[in-house]
């Protein structure tokens, strides 16, 4: 019912700032909650941060806290991630996922958007 399109991944250095997009479409009147995701191969896929769409309350996982800043517009259905002081081992596919209520669990969410390559140098 949503779709979810992410946007602004790239190579970067190690310390680099890049901010990602996650623009929504489609049935967006029943989503509450965007999530970003992120998963490095041979991993599982791991919660980074999520926006309330109503009240802007945001979540971080604590391997980002200080660093990443989850934000919206409203006016363009857009979440962002600004991402500073990236590491080497930010490096992964960024997802963006929508569901209608917060949770940090990958297997909760069933609206993904397609990802988006980060890759950060040393």
């Known amino acids: 019912q949503v779709r979810l399109v992410e946007s602004g991944g790239g190579l970067v250095q190690a310390g680099d700032s890049l901010t990602l997009s996650c623009a929504a479409s489609?049935?967006?009147?029943?989503?509450?909650?965007i999530s970003w995701f992120r998963q490095a191969p041979g991993k599982e896929r791991e919660f980074v941060a999520a926006?309330?769409?109503?009240?802007?309350?945001?979540n971080y996982a604590d391997s980002v806290k200080g660093r990443f800043a989850i934000s919206r517009d409203n006016a363009k259905n857009t979440v962002y991630l600004q991402m500073n002081s990236l590491k080497p081992e930010d490096t992964a596919i960024y997802y963006c996922?929508?569901?209608?209520?917060?949770?940090?669990?990958?297997?909760?969410?069933?609206?993904w958007g397609q990802g988006t390559q980060v890759t950060v140098s040393s």
């Open positions: 489609g049935r967006i009147f029943s989503t509450s909650v």
């Open positions: 996922a929508a569901r209608w209520a917060y949770s940090i669990r990958s297997s909760d969410y069933a609206t």
């Open positions: 926006i309330t769409w109503s009240s802007g309350t945001t």
